[in-house]
Nanobody, 119 residues
């Protein structure tokens, strides 16, 4: 079973930067795409940024997704943080897993990491 874990959240001041990490674990799987979402308090989850499995870096406004090969992780860096960036940040990966010689598509969410931005 493929699992995902996010880390790096915390309390930061507005104007600063923060790096979140998404680490996947499991056996015999490939990642076709990694997406980051966020969920502000009392609001719906929304897409923030993403990158294909073969990508290295992807920039969407203040959000940069990058691959850390050494740690087998996909990071989300948020620049110029604003109080409205406060919320839970979630990583979702999808790809293929080899199960008894069959390639089975999967999609899995992490438990999220909390970010709070003070003004």
């Amino acid at each position: 079973q493929v699992q995902v874990a996010e880390s790096g959240g915390g309390l930061v001041q507005a104007g600063g930067s923060l790096r979140l990490s998404c680490t996947a674990s499991g056996s015999s799987f490939s990642v076709d795409h990694t997406d980051w979402y966020r969920q502000p308090p009392g609001k719906q989850r929304e897409w923030v940024a993403g990158m294909p499995g073969s990508g290295v870096t992807s920039v969407t406004g203040r959000f940069t997704v990058s691959r850390d090969k050494a740690k087998n992780a996909v990071n989300l860096e948020i620049d110029s943080l604003k109080p409205e960036d406060t919320g839970g940040y979630y990583c979702k990966i999808r790809g293929l897993q080899n199960i008894r010689e069959a390639l089975i598509p999967y999609g899995v969410w992490g438990q999220g990491t909390q970010v709070a931005v003070s003004s």
